[in-house]
C-alpha cells in the first residue's frame, strides 16, 4: 500500500510542475498578406462558417477556450493547431504554389463532404462548428468559386502537383 501511495503522490508532483510548461500559443492579430481573403473573395456567411469551425485549427489565430491552461490538454491542443495548420492553413494560403491551393480546396470539400472536417473531438466541446447541410453547401460552393477563378488564371499543368517519387 505504501509504494501505491508513493506513486500517486509521484504522479500528483508531475502533474503539478507539468502545469508551468505551456506551448508557445498561436495567436496573431496581424492579418497577413498570404491570408485567403487577401486574394479571393470570401462572402459573409462563408466567413461566419470559417469563424464557427474551421478558424481554430487553420489559420494563425486560435481562440483558446479556458481548459487550455490545463496540461496536458494544452499540448494535445497544440499538437491539433500545428496539424492543421500544415495540412491547411487559411492565413498563409496563398504563399503555396497554386497547385497545391487548388488541391487543398479540393481536399477541404472531400474532408467536409466525408464528415472528417470538423475533427469529432473539436465538435464535442464546440457543439456550433458543426455544420448544417446548408453550411456544407456554402463551403463547397465557394471552394468550388475559388477553384475556379485559379482555373481561369493559369494554365492547366501547373494546376497538378508532381508526382511523389518512391
Known amino acids: ?11 500528483f508532483l508531475v502533474f503539478i510542475a507539468i502545469q508551468f510548461i505551456h506551448p508557445k500559443k498561436n495567436q496573431s492579430t496581424e492579418l497577413l ?19 464557427k469551425a474551421c478558424n481554430d485549427c487553420h489559420t494563425n489565430n486560435t481562440k ?5 491552461n490545463i ?5 494535445w491542443l497544440n499538437n491539433h493547431v500545428k ?12 504563399s503555396s504554389r497554386i497547385a497545391r491551393q487548388y488541391k487543398k480546396l479540393d481536399e477541404c470539400i472531400e474532408q467536409v463532404k466525408e464528415g472528417e472536417m470538423p ?5 464535442w466541446i464546440h457543439k456550433d462548428a458543426i455544420l448544417t447541410d ?3 453547401q456554402s463551403l463547397y460552393n465557394w471552394c468550388n ?6 482555373k481561369a488564371k493559369y494554365p492547366a499543368d501547373s494546376l497538378v502537383l508532381p508526382k511523389k517519387k518512391p
Do not use: C
Not at 1 to 11: D, N, S, T
Not at 64 to 68: D, H, L, S, V
Not at 119 to 123: A, F, P, R
Open 1 to 11: 500500500m505504501k509504494i501505491f501511495k508513493r506513486i500517486l503522490l509521484a504522479l
Open 33 to 51: 498578406a498570404t491570408d485567403i481573403s487577401k486574394t479571393y473573395a470570401v462572402p459573409k456567411d462563408v466567413e461566419t462558417i470559417l469563424a
Open 64 to 68: 483558446y477556450p479556458w481548459y487550455n
Open 71 to 75: 496540461q496536458p490538454v494544452a499540448w
Open 83 to 94: 496539424d492543421g495548420k500544415r495540412h491547411f492553413n487559411l492565413s498563409d494560403f496563398t
Open 119 to 123: 475533427l469529432e473531438s473539436y465538435t
Open 134 to 136: 446548408g453550411e456544407k
Open 145 to 150: 468559386t475559388v477553384r475556379d477563378s485559379i
